[in-house]
């Protein structure tokens, strides 16, 4: 008996389901509402595309998983995405001072564009798996009942005109990755099946980011961050310069609502970078060549959905990525997450095959343990900035962020709780690995050197700088 799967989405979370999905099914059928472009071109449906997006080693890894043989990291590189060591090849201030640098790198992850990205998942998932197709259409709720999904219910094509009759396509599976749009809850309710819990911390995070040519000369410029303080009782503010393809440098800045949000226009944006805790950023941008305007955008919130402590969960039905939980994008989560998800469906169906009873329910489950870890680091944090809607912190969100700060203070000057932080952070690990012995004699230990009085930076970084720094304050 052939079976077919219909995936929501042909954003990243999408087609990782698909190629999870091709190897159990016999049809895959991807249903998207936006023109997909032939190349890397930002599109619609992927509201924070155009800010920095970091690609952890964990969700690189789960993405090699799910496309094996393919190469992910190669072709990611062969189109202009960078490597960037965790130890080596970052220059990072945090609420602690700066962290050092160390010769041992620690993991790398990949930057790019989101909309590479996107592409090359999207372009090999379709070299590979020829089971898989993309239909272009609008999903407008679920076929079935609150016990098994049947398919979805579409409207094809674009639809401009409104004369599109709506249509049911049938499905054994249905995995819903429409990303922080989706429609899910009111789809469940549809099938009878209500009280879906949702949570949101929303500290009002506003993202601006401007693209610039990479100045002859600073190719090899570290990445360079300077983080938002969530403790200092004041809004907050960052800002990030970080290499993607093109020859290009890809600025963002990020501030939280009560004044520490980014201006849209190109002078205000530079005089932002020189007004956080370092000019560094603003230093680097003011020699540089700008190309294009400032974007800016504000969906940015912390909203999760508990589908997984439902009583009721239909069978045939998963829900992976955004459609789930969306991150404060800072930390750089929400694309690992969902490929991370995606394994966790391909291992279920390597299990017990697609229509194994209470496949879907466990999918639900084992998703939403990779979505927790990376909730409790993002809202941990983001409770503690002032004006935040939705939570304020308790005991144990205080007792946390002590443990991790004290750690973070130990990793500027110990490379074992550098490498406890680089471990959870690439999301190789979860967050017990910050409880390993290791770990906690780091974090007892406390610094072991005085903190850095300026950026780590090489004296050929230095001199890059001062090249570049048009602004007259100097490398500090």
């Not at 980011?209 to 961050?225: H, I, K, Q, S």
């Amino acid at each position: 008996m052939p079976y077919r799967a219909v995936v929501v989405g042909a954003g990243l979370a999408g087609m990782l389901a698909a190629a999870a999905l091709s190897a159990a099914v016999d049809e895959v059928v991807v249903v998207e509402r936006d023109d997909l472009p032939d190349g890397p071109a930002h599109r619609r449906g992927v509201p924070q595309g155009r800010h920095a997006h970091l690609l952890m080693p964990g969700g690189l890894e789960a993405m090699e998983e799910l496309i094996p043989g393919a190469g992910v990291r190669e072709r990611l590189l062969e189109a202009g995405a960078h490597e960037v060591a965790f130890g080596s090849g970052m220059v990072a201030w945090t609420a602690q001072g700066w962290l050092r640098r160390w010769r041992d790198g620690g993991p790398r992850m990949v930057t790019c564009s989101r909309a590479l990205l996107d592409w090359v998942v999207r372009d090999l998932v379709l070299e590979r798996f020829p089971r898989v197709r993309i239909e272009r259409g609008r999903a407008e709720g679920l076929a079935g009942s609150a016990a098994r999904v049947t398919g979805v219910r579409i409207v094809p094509g674009t639809d401009d005109d409104g004369t599109a009759a709506e249509r049911e396509l049938a499905a054994d599976l249905v995995v819903e990755a429409s990303g922080r749009g989706s429609r899910i809850t009111a789809w469940l309710e549809e099938l009878g099946i209500g009280g879906v819990r949702e949570r949101t911390i929303d500290v009002g995070l506003v993202n601006a980011t401007r693209l610039y040519r990479t100045p002859e000369g600073a190719e090899d410029f570290p990445l360079t961050v300077l983080q938002a303080d969530p403790y200092g009782g004041r809004p907050g503010r960052s800002g990030m310069v970080l290499p993607i393809e093109g020859g290009r440098w890809m600025v963002s800045l990020a501030g939280t609502r009560g004044g520490g949000e980014p201006p849209a226009d190109a002078e205000s944006f530079l005089r932002y970078t020189l007004d956080l805790p370092h000019p560094i950023v603003g230093q680097l941008i003011s020699g540089a060549e700008p190309l294009g305007d400032v974007h800016v955008s504000r969906s940015t919130k912390n909203t999760r959905r508990y589908l997984e402590r439902l009583r009721t969960w239909p069978e045939g039905l998963m829900v992976l990525g955004d459609a789930v939980a969306t991150f404060n994008p800072a930390y750089g989560q929400g694309m690992s997450v969902a490929a991370i998800g995606a394994v966790e469906l391909r291992r279920e169906l390597e299990r017990g095959g697609p229509v194994a009873p209470g496949l879907a329910r466990r999918v639900q489950r084992r998703a939403a343990r990779v979505v927790e870890a990376a909730w409790a680091s993002a809202v941990g944090q983001d409770v503690f900035f002032p004006q935040v809607r939705g939570g304020r912190p308790n005991l144990a969100d205080r007792l946390v962020s002590g443990y991790s700060r004290r750690l973070t203070g130990s990793a500027a000057s110990s490379p074992g709780a550098a490498r406890a932080l680089w471990d959870v952070t690439s999301m190789r690990t979860g967050p017990s690995r910050l409880l390993r012995p290791d770990a906690l004699l780091a974090a007892l230990a406390g610094p072991l050197l005085p903190p850095l009085a300026g950026p780590p930076l090489t004296p050929a970084e230095r001199k890059i700088l001062a090249e570049l720094d048009g602004t007259g304050g100097g490398t500090g």
